[in-house]
Nanobody, 120 residues
Framework: QVQLVESGGGLVQPGGSLRLSCAASGSIFSINAMGWYRQAPGKQREWTASITLGGSTNYVDSVKGRFTISRDNAKNTVYLQMNSLEPEDTAVYYC??????????????WGKGTLVTVSS
């Protein structure tokens, strides 16, 4: 089995920073793309940022220049550094990983989410 566990959420004032982490564990042969999604209250989950195995990154326009996604392949971990946070960034943040297990099956796995609240 494969598990993804997020950490690093919390309450932060506007303009502040947070760093989210997501560690994958279990029967992992390799991990292709990893990413972060978020779901604000009353809204649908939206893709926020992603990173390929080779390190290429993409961001939704609303976070470009403020968020940075990175990964540590040796630790099977993806990070999201969030700076200049705005109240509109308040959401539950979920990590996703495209994982190949030892049976050579490829599946998308999701974490359970971590809450980020931006408020004064």
């Amino acid at each position: 089995q494969v598990q993804l566990v997020e950490s690093g959420g919390g309450l932060v004032q506007p303009g502040g920073s947070l760093r989210l982490s997501c560690a994958a564990s279990g029967s992992i042969f390799s991990i292709n793309a990893m990413g972060w999604y978020r779901q604000a209250p009353g809204k649908q989950r939206e893709w926020t940022a992603s990173i390929t195995l080779g390190g290429s990154t993409n961001y939704v326009d609303s976070v470009k220049g403020r968020f940075t996604i990175s990964r540590d392949n040796a630790k099977n971990t993806v990070y999201l550094q969030m700076n200049s946070l705005e109240p509109e960034d308040t959401a539950v943040y979920y990590c996703m990983a495209d994982i190949i297990d030892y049976a050579k099956r490829t599946m998308n796995y999701w974490g359970k989410g971590t809450l980020v609240t931006v408020s004064s």
